[in-house]
């Protein structure tokens, strides 16, 4: 594991995924003996780490939510300064983030933060306005715009709730207009183009007419998870388009013996899932993030140096993790 790295009691069980505390990150760090899962994760203390260092997580999840999450904006911004990532994106299913990236920035220094726009219900949908306002608030740290994940149809079909999707296709598999003017805007503010949580079919429609309308960086978003699941054949064909594939480390903790209930319903990505797509599409074309921020689970920067271990014990080389943590994510963010 990592050589002769050494790792904290802490690590080892969050290894096992039985972890019985959140917060510690790195080597050499005191963990808060006898704590509960969850309990005050800001608290624990955490150095520069090798294993993190010019690390960026495209995919950070945090308070202030509707959902409860582990850390605010400006803690986990941080945690991943402390340990020396470079650069964190903010999400969130339902606001705009970018606002929220500008003050994080004025909170914390010696790191990168930026946010983008998720087009669910909350913010009209496929709204091209919206997107618009997004990127060109202050500091223009808006990067990203994610489609439509919680009130995407497949989601819905996925996860049944009594409301209608936002749809990116009509009935016969063509797109919306109405999304070709949201990638318009996307070409024209030179953003990033994620799927979310669409099918992929409909993923690969997105994808396919964003490269058309010159569209220069796109995300699958958590290709292997719920609810899109791609097949290897499909994220092989995202990736023909000019599309890179993230992998998150929440799909190592979800399904039935979950630590966040509300992962409990979703299925369970085993590492070695992970490997074979890595290996299938080529690390060159693949994207790590942790998908963290769950009140349950281990903080981000903790989160991400286990996958980022597990993967190499596993057989995936440092040169190809280093792609996919530092290189690929910075040319999406134009780093």
């Keep these: 594991m990592c050589g002769a790295e050494r790792h904290t009691p802490l690590f080892e069980a969050e290894l096992s995924r039985r972890a019985v505390l959140v917060g510690a990150v790195g080597t050499g760090v005191s963990a808060l003996a006898g704590a509960a899962v969850g309990a005050l994760p800001v608290m624990a203390q955490a150095g520069r780490d090798p294993v993190l260092d010019g690390v960026i997580d495209l995919h950070v999840h945090a308070d202030p939510d509707v959902d409860a999450r582990s850390l605010d904006d400006t803690q986990v911004t941080a945690k991943y300064a402390e340990v020396g990532a470079r650069a964190v994106l903010l999400k969130n299913h339902y606001v705009t983030t970018s606002d929220r990236a500008y003050l994080a920035r004025q909170a914390v220094g010696g790191i990168e933060v930026f946010g983008g726009i998720t087009l669910n219900k909350q913010v009209g949908g496929l709204n091209p306005a919206a997107i618009r ?20 149809e497949q989601h819905l079909d996925r996860f049944p709730r009594d409301d209608a999707p936002v749809r990116v296709v009509d009935d016969g598999g063509d797109l919306l207009a109405e999304a070709r003017e949201c990638l318009r805007v996307i070409a024209g503010e030179n953003l990033a183009l994620f799927t979310g949580h669409l099918s992929a079919s409909d993923a690969l429609t997105l994808l396919r007419e964003a490269r058309a309308l010159g569209v220069k960086k796109m995300m699958v978003t958590h290709a292997l998870t719920d609810p899109a699941r791609f097949s290897i054949d499909q994220m092989q064909a995202a990736v023909a388009l000019g599309a890179v594939i993230e992998h998150v480390y929440l799909g190592t903790l979800a399904g039935p013996t979950a630590l966040s209930p509300g992962q409990r319903d979703f299925v369970n990505i085993p590492l070695s899932d992970y490997v074979d797509a890595i290996t299938a599409v080529g690390a060159r074309n693949c994207v790590l993030s942790t998908d963290l921020g ?39 963010l134009d780093l």
């Design 133 to 152: 306002t997004m990127a060109q608030i202050k500091g223009r740290f808006g990067k990203v715009v994610w489609f439509p994940t919680r009130d995407a």
């Design 294 to 332: 769950q009140a349950e689970n281990p903080i981000h920067p903790m989160g991400l140096k286990v996958f980022i271990t597990q993967l190499l014990t596993a057989g995936i080389a440092r040169e190809d993790i280093d792609l996919m943590v530092r290189k690929n994510p910075a040319r999406l």
